[in-house]
């Protein structure tokens, strides 16, 4: 999406982008696809791929950072940060075409390629000092991983109220609290972590809370969230009087919350990139079975009832990619995409629930099979309704936009 002469805009995609979602395609086939028929029914079998307590195994894990290492050699697995830390600069829109681009060739370890939750975002380019050379740069070349340890047991979308706290003793921060649901904290080499370091009543709701870098070996694992569709990814983080030095302090103390929330559009193009893709995926895969498939005679897709399930995700998913196309243009222009950024995530990852739901229902028994990626992907879908806001969180600052909400 680029601006034209006239003022405009066109959807058109340019020449530089074009070349970036070839090399993409051909990287794929030329470096993922092997790793990932090496690693055989370690990866298509979740039982032979994850331990007993859902860690993914030695070859799964190892299979992903080497797909992540060689993206970043070729420059693509952190493009979107700027040159002067490894990235290459790309623009918003051309980040959400690559990760749409990714996603519509369906499921699978396609998806390392480039930076996810485990890779360097916005919150990270605050690092100073040595942090910029222990953390920030070896994490866009993958050979770092980082996790975002915000959400707590009893703190998710109402992320001020969270219980986790970091007090000054000397030169050093004291940590105690507990994190849920965080993703890679399996495997991370460090998180960002976020703790309240000045109580609400002196500073107000969004105030007095910091993130801190903290290292594997300085927190302990709880118990693994093997929630369904991602089994094996996320887990809590247990902290008990972890000791972090002043140096660790990422950003500005107690001002983490709004350095957090200003980076939330990416994230939220990121998923809404993807919902697109995989619906893109998703219908083309069930196109060619009901033209395939008979029933009565004639393909299944002349019944009406299977046809309009397509046209209706084809009409959505087609909606979901121009509002996603015009939150990367505004988010080029320097613009606030607050709402955008909400109307992106609700509608693409609804849009992705009803088509893969849909795709589930029209394949029918086969729609359920294990080797087939519909299940997979409608798992996948309902975690994308939850993660990064949920539903009911989108709506919300939609409404509030609007001027309906206080």
Known sequence: MSTNDSGGVSFGVDGETQLILDSLDEFVAQ???PIVDELGDVYTNPRKGHREDGRWTDELLEAREEIRRRSAEAGFYAMNLPEDIGGEDVSPVTWYRAKKHLASHGPGMARYVLAGPEGPKPLLLQAEGDQVERYLEPTVRAEKSTAFAQTEPGAGSDSPNMETTARKEGDEWVLDGRKQWITNAPYADFVQLFARTTPQEEVGRYGGITCFIVEREEYELGSFNNAVGSVGSQAEIVLNDVRVPEERVLGDVDGAFYAAMEFLSLGRLELGAEAVGYSEFLLEEVTEYVTEREAFGRS???????SAKLARGKAKTYAADAA????????????????DSSVLKWFATNVMWEVADAAVQVNGANGLAEENPYMDLLHQARILRIVEGTDEIQLNTIAKSMGVMD
């Open 300 to 306: 299944i897709g002349d019944f009406q009832q299977v």
């Open 324 to 339: 996603g196309l015009k939150l990367a243009w505004k988010m080029a222009q320097d613009e606030r995409t607050v709402m």
């Open 31 to 33: 470096e993922v696809e």
